[in-house]
């Protein structure tokens, strides 16, 4: 049995408590297995010919998304657990799927579920579904 040492954990956040339990996973994922984590926010950005946010709105969305990232960065940082952020703008699951099969090489996705009801989920389906059945590593979903 080869075992692959876990040491580049990515958690998707968006300031929900399910992505929140996630992080709290990966820190204790983390801090077993003397991991890094990077938290990674993608904005959902409509296509240039639709509506574009306004610049107040945009300033306020990028607030809020720093101040998420801040929040899990002390948090991690409060179990000795190097953390480091990234944001994107696009299709949320797509985003999750180029990020961690890019450049950076990670060992791990842990994401909270959305808890969608399956009335959506059968017609929308969910960004966590999409990462399962389209990520090549690992993925821990955390309810």
Not at 15 to 33: D, H, P, V
Not at 98 to 110: F, L, P, Q
């Amino acid at each position: 049995m080869i075992k692959k040492k876990i040491s580049k954990i990515f958690v998707p956040l968006d300031g929900s408590k399910n992505s929140e339990r996630g992080l709290e996973t990966a820190i204790t994922l983390a801090r077993n297995c003397g991991a890094t984590i990077t938290g990674f926010y993608s904005i959902n950005a409509q296509p240039h010919s639709e509506f574009r946010a306004s610049p107040s709105v945009e300033k306020s969305l990028h607030k809020e998304v720093k101040k998420i990232m801040e929040k899990a960065k002390a948090r991690a940082a409060q179990n000795g657990i190097v953390f480091k952020d990234k944001i994107a703008l696009g299709e949320i699951g797509y985003n999750i799927i180029k990020a961690t099969h890019g450049k950076t090489k990670y060992d791990m996705i842990v994401m909270g579920s959305r808890g969608r009801s399956k009335t959506k989920e059968i017609f929308f389906g969910s960004v966590s579904n999409y990462v399962i059945h389209t990520s090549k590593i690992p993925v821990l979903i955390v309810k």
